[in-house]
């Protein structure tokens, strides 16, 4: 196991420290060490409670000094030091310090980000106590034979048999429900033990064995594996359901028995348990997982465990990427393409970057995995930065997808579904099939309309209507979370005649309830899933072949393997295809090839039905005749036509004001101070209104700043945002900038 840290530079005057504090200013604070504390205990990596004006924070300690640029007398003393050993190694300090200098953020935020809730409060690193149960002292195989008249007892006895090392509560539940009784009973005759320890994860038996490979999985992992212990970038392209994770499997494998560790980043935590699940199966090392569904402690019990290096393999969702791992080996990146990767508030990373920054530091290989790659990963490809593989053999069968578009032109239409679609589904129903029915629009409707004078339900914070929620019977604004009692009466008239226009899920739903009395309907969006352990249960159910037609956002568009569905039905994609975002038909695409991708995948052929007033669109010709590499070609031709990333970096700088002549002042302000600075290679756009100007109260302008040359992009933003936040008018409004954007909304 490598060193977690090393001592900061004993030459200097320990005196003094710098600690970055999370505050939104730039910079590190200097503190003075107490006469109490030894300065050898100031290790770099170290949290430390110091005052900060009228409060207490807890601060990272990043270096000693022998000097300091505030007079000596103004400064305070350290009130607390937290940790005997540091909770982030040097490694990873340096990449945080990477990412707060490239994404031109706090650095006291950015250490914060990376550091669990528990710890960010001033928590003991520590592991949670949890029950854990095995075999008693003495107990054998032999006292099976004791048991045969209680078949309970025995099984749960030759699991603890098979399990030395004990089985807490979490895998007892998941595995062997019903399993209290029987354990009690163990205990008092004295053949299992219960005993207390850290809340680490234990390793799971190994209970499936590798399916055999085909000739382009084996020729993938081979490819990567003779570089394991060399940083090399690997794209893993693979269609829909042609094996990509036994990839990961077999290579995981591979360094886990070499004595270090996998990280593997998934973009959603509802993708976690699957391949949570399959890992466990076939690894049998300790696993730890990581994502926002957690509590606090289980989070911190998880973190302890991969930052010990107890945990071998570490599954977690974007901030993942900032787990101290001391033997890490490799990393994976599934779905590399998904938007989920970038932060979109406060710390804006984008953790699939930050992954090969990762690998490049410590160098190991990264593998990023996609059926959809994202444009900048193929024109990495292009310039022979990444080294490409192709999975084009669907590993379980032959039968090929059919896509078919459905011209809704002048076609009758019941809730948004058209007669073709409603007699295919109803076709693959009757065949004991199932069924996905994908809209991006949660939802009962978009919005409720007075048929009386056309006054709607617009969001009084947003330029947007508020959804209309029939089953709550209220108006959600899906942009800033405003919520209220649906009217019975128009606003401006008082007519009782509200008609709710256009359809989300939950109409979908409704309808097909209707339709198909006798057939289960399950709806997976953020509405249905909010309650903790909802989502498992709903996929849980699917994957059991429980729900014969699932309605679904892009939730169900992310790598769940559903063997039972046979047809995918598209019902809304014209939407997106007049986007005024440059990465709107990329991100169109990967929506259609990823949810199409959900039918077929057993032994029974699938079929896609994409509904269209658009059928002659080129997007969707090209994807239906040509495929997603074909597309992505004629998609990066024009992006480097047009100017756009990838073929050039863009930064957007963003503001919000309640007044929009405050926001106006501020970004003319700052145009001008960016132009002052003469750099010809660097091109400005703006300020102008944000595709939505209005949202949850405040009126969004921004200004794009974009390069040919990523140097000169970073050198104007190093003198320029400094002097942003010294303008009194960014006093009075909100601003942000935001590196590598994903979009421009």
Same mark, same amino acid.
């Given at each position: 196991?490598?060193?977690?840290?090393?001592?900061?530079?004993? +030459?200097?005057?320990?005196?003094?420290?710098?600690?970055?504090?999370?505050?939104?200013?730039?910079?590190?604070?200097?503190?003075?060490?107490?006469?109490?504390?030894?300065?050898?205990?100031?290790?770099?990596?170290?949290?430390?409670?110091?005052?900060?004006?009228?409060?207490?924070?807890?601060?990272?300690?990043?270096?000693?000094?022998?000097?300091?640029?505030?007079?000596?007398?103004?400064?305070?003393?350290?009130?607390?030091?937290?940790?005997?050993?540091?909770?982030?190694?040097?490694?990873?300090?340096?990449?945080?310090?990477?990412?707060?200098?490239?994404?031109?953020? $706090?650095?006291?935020?950015?250490?914060?980000?990376?550091?669990?809730?528990?710890?960010?409060?001033?928590?003991?690193?520590?592991?949670?106590?949890?029950?854990?149960?095995?075999?008693? !002292?003495?107990?054998?195989?032999?006292?099976?034979?004791?048991?045969?008249? +209680?078949?309970?007892?025995?099984?749960?006895?030759?699991?603890?048999?098979?399990?030395?090392?004990?089985?807490? !509560?979490?895998?007892?539940?998941?595995?062997?429900?019903?399993?209290?009784?029987?354990?009690?009973?163990?205990?008092?005759?004295?053949?299992?033990?219960?005993?207390?320890? +850290?809340?680490?994860?234990?390793?799971?038996?190994?209970?499936?064995?590798? $399916?055999?490979?085909?000739?382009?999985?084996?020729?993938?992992?081979?490819?990567?594996?003779?570089?394991?212990?060399?940083?090399?970038?690997?794209?893993?392209?693979?269609?829909?359901?042609?094996?990509?994770?036994?990839?990961?499997?077999?290579?995981?494998?591979?360094?886990?028995?070499?004595?270090?560790?996998?990280?593997?980043?998934?973009?959603?935590?509802?993708?976690?348990?699957?391949?949570?699940?399959?890992?466990?199966?076939?690894?049998?090392?300790?696993?730890?997982?990581?994502?926002?569904?957690?509590?606090?402690?289980?989070?911190?019990?998880?973190?302890?465990?991969?930052?010990?290096?107890?945990?071998?393999?570490?599954?977690?969702?974007?901030?993942?990427?900032?787990?101290?791992?001391?033997?890490?080996?490799?990393?994976?990146?599934?779905? !590399?393409?998904?938007?989920?990767?970038?932060?979109?508030?406060?710390?804006?990373?984008?953790?699939?970057?930050?992954?090969?920054?990762?690998?490049?530091?410590?160098?190991?290989?990264?593998?990023?995995?996609?059926?959809?790659?994202?444009?900048?990963?193929?024109?990495?490809?292009?310039?022979?930065?990444?080294?490409?593989?192709?999975?084009?053999?669907?590993?379980?069968?032959?039968?090929?997808?059919?896509?078919?578009?459905?011209?809704?032109?002048?076609?009758?239409?019941?809730?948004?579904?058209?007669?073709?679609?409603?007699?295919?589904?109803?076709?693959?129903?009757?065949?004991?099939?199932?069924?996905?029915?994908?809209?991006?629009?949660?939802?009962?409707?978009?919005?409720?309309?007075?048929?009386?004078?056309?006054?709607?339900?617009?969001?009084?914070?947003?330029?947007?209507?508020?959804?209309?929620?029939?089953?709550?019977?209220?108006?959600?604004?899906?942009?800033?979370?405003?919520?209220?009692?649906?009217?019975?009466?128009?606003?401006?008239?008082?007519?009782?005649?509200?008609?709710?226009?256009?359809?989300?899920?939950?109409?979908?739903?409704?309808?097909?309830?209707?339709?198909?009395?006798?057939?289960?309907?399950?709806?997976?969006?953020?509405?249905?899933?909010?309650?903790?352990?909802?989502?498992?249960?709903?996929?849980?159910?699917?994957?059991?072949?429980?729900?014969?037609?699932?309605?679904?956002?892009?939730?169900?568009?992310?790598?769940?393997?559903?063997?039972?569905?046979?047809?995918?039905?598209?019902?809304?994609?014209?939407?997106?295809?007049?986007?005024?975002?440059?990465?709107?038909?990329?991100?169109?695409?990967?929506?259609?090839?990823?949810?199409?991708?959900?039918?077929?995948?057993?032994?029974?052929?699938?079929?896609?039905?994409?509904?269209?007033?658009?059928?002659?669109?080129?997007?969707?010709?090209?994807?239906?005749?040509?495929?997603?590499?074909?597309?992505?070609?004629?998609?990066?031709?024009?992006?480097?036509?047009?100017?756009? $990333?990838?073929?050039?970096?863009?930064?957007?700088?963003?503001?919000?004001?309640?007044?929009?002549?405050?926001?106006?002042?501020?970004?003319?302000?700052?145009?001008?101070?960016?132009?002052?600075?003469?750099?010809?290679?660097?091109?400005?756009?703006?300020?102008?209104?944000?595709?939505?100007?209005?949202?949850?109260?405040?009126?969004?302008?921004?200004?794009?700043?974009?390069?040919?040359?990523?140097?000169?992009?970073?050198?104007?933003?190093?003198?320029?945002?400094?002097?942003?936040?010294?303008?009194?008018?960014?006093?009075?409004?909100?601003?942000?900038?935001?590196?590598?954007?994903?979009?421009?909304?």
């Amino acid at each position: 196991m490598r060193a977690q840290a090393s001592l900061l530079d004993t +030459a200097n005057t320990p005196g003094i420290l710098k600690v970055a504090v999370p505050i939104p200013l730039f910079g590190t604070f200097d503190y003075l060490i107490p006469a109490s504390i030894s300065p050898e205990h100031f290790v770099s990596g170290c949290r430390v409670r110091v005052p900060f004006g009228r409060r207490e924070l807890i601060g990272v300690v990043l270096a000693r000094a022998d000097n300091s640029d505030v007079d000596l007398a103004r400064l305070k003393p350290v009130s607390e030091l937290i940790d005997k050993k540091p909770v982030l190694d040097e490694r990873m300090l340096d990449l945080l310090r990477w990412a707060a200098t490239y994404y031109q953020h $706090p650095i006291g935020e950015v250490m914060e980000a990376a550091l669990p809730s528990l710890l960010r409060q001033g928590k003991a690193a520590e592991a949670a106590v949890i029950k854990a149960w095995s075999v008693s !002292e003495g107990t054998s195989s032999d006292d099976l034979e004791t048991l045969n008249r +209680a078949a309970k007892q025995k099984h749960i006895l030759q699991i603890l048999l098979n399990n030395p090392e004990g089985l807490d !509560e979490l895998y007892l539940n998941e595995h062997h429900p019903n399993w209290r009784t029987a354990m009690k009973a163990l205990l008092e005759k004295g053949l299992a033990q219960c005993t207390e320890r +850290a809340g680490l994860p234990a390793a799971h038996p190994v209970t499936t064995q590798p $399916p055999e490979l085909n000739a382009e999985q084996q020729q993938a992992i081979s490819a990567i594996a003779t570089a394991l212990h060399q940083h090399h970038i690997h794209l893993l392209y693979g269609v829909t359901g042609s094996g990509k994770t036994e990839v990961y499997l077999a290579l995981s494998e591979q360094v886990v028995a070499s004595g270090r560790q996998v990280l593997m980043l998934v973009p959603e935590i509802s993708l976690t348990p699957q391949l949570t699940e399959r890992f466990q199966q076939r690894m049998g090392c300790p696993i730890a997982v990581l994502h926002s569904g957690l509590n606090d402690q289980q989070r911190l019990s998880a973190w302890v465990a991969a930052s010990t290096g107890h945990a071998r393999l570490v599954i977690g969702t974007r901030s993942a990427i900032f787990t101290p791992l001391p033997d890490l080996g490799l990393i994976l990146v599934d779905e !590399e393409h998904d938007g989920s990767y970038k932060q979109q508030e406060g710390f804006r990373y984008n953790a699939r970057d930050l992954a090969l920054v990762r690998g490049h530091k410590e160098n190991l290989p990264v593998v990023l995995g996609s059926a959809t790659p994202s444009l900048e990963s193929l024109h990495n490809v292009n310039r022979g930065r990444f080294q490409m593989h192709t999975l084009k053999q669907r590993a379980r069968t032959q039968s090929i997808t059919r896509i078919k578009l459905l011209d809704m032109c002048s076609q009758p239409m019941q809730e948004g579904l058209s007669a073709a679609l409603l007699t295919r589904i109803e076709q693959h129903l009757e065949q004991d099939n199932q069924v996905i029915l994908f809209l991006n629009r949660r939802g009962f409707s978009p919005l409720l309309l007075c048929h009386s004078c056309g006054w709607t339900t617009r969001c009084k914070r947003c330029d947007a209507n508020m959804t209309y929620h029939k089953h709550k019977h209220q108006l959600h604004c899906h942009h800033c979370g405003a919520e209220t009692r649906s009217p019975t009466h128009c606003g401006d008239c008082g007519s009782g005649e509200l008609v709710a226009i256009g359809s989300g899920t939950e109409r979908i739903e409704s309808f097909l309830s209707e339709r198909f009395p006798e057939v289960h309907i399950n709806r997976i969006d953020r509405d249905t899933t909010r309650r903790k352990g909802a989502l498992e249960d709903k996929l849980q159910q699917a994957h059991a072949g429980g729900a014969s037609i699932l309605v679904g956002t892009q939730m169900l568009a992310k790598g769940h393997d559903f063997p039972n569905v046979t047809l995918v039905g598209v019902i809304d994609t014209d939407q997106a295809l007049y986007s005024t975002d440059f990465r709107a038909a990329e991100h169109l695409a990967q929506l259609i090839i990823q949810v199409s991708g959900r039918a077929g995948r057993a032994d029974k052929p699938g079929e896609v039905l994409i509904q269209t007033h658009q059928p002659d669109h080129p997007l969707l010709q090209t994807l239906l005749h040509e495929g997603y590499e074909k597309f992505s070609e004629t998609a990066l031709l024009e992006r480097q036509q047009a100017g756009f $990333p990838p073929h050039k970096h863009l930064v957007i700088l963003r503001c919000g004001a309640i007044k929009k002549e405050l926001g106006l002042q501020f970004m003319n302000e700052a145009r001008e101070l960016a132009d002052s600075y003469g750099m010809a290679e660097v091109e400005i756009f703006g300020p102008w209104p944000a595709p939505m100007e209005r949202r949850a109260g405040r009126f969004r302008t921004q200004t794009m700043i974009q390069a040919l040359d990523r140097k000169a992009l970073h050198q104007l933003l190093r003198n320029w945002l400094p002097r942003l936040q010294q303008l009194k008018s960014s006093k009075q409004i909100r601003w942000s900038i935001d590196v590598d954007p994903y979009d421009t909304f």
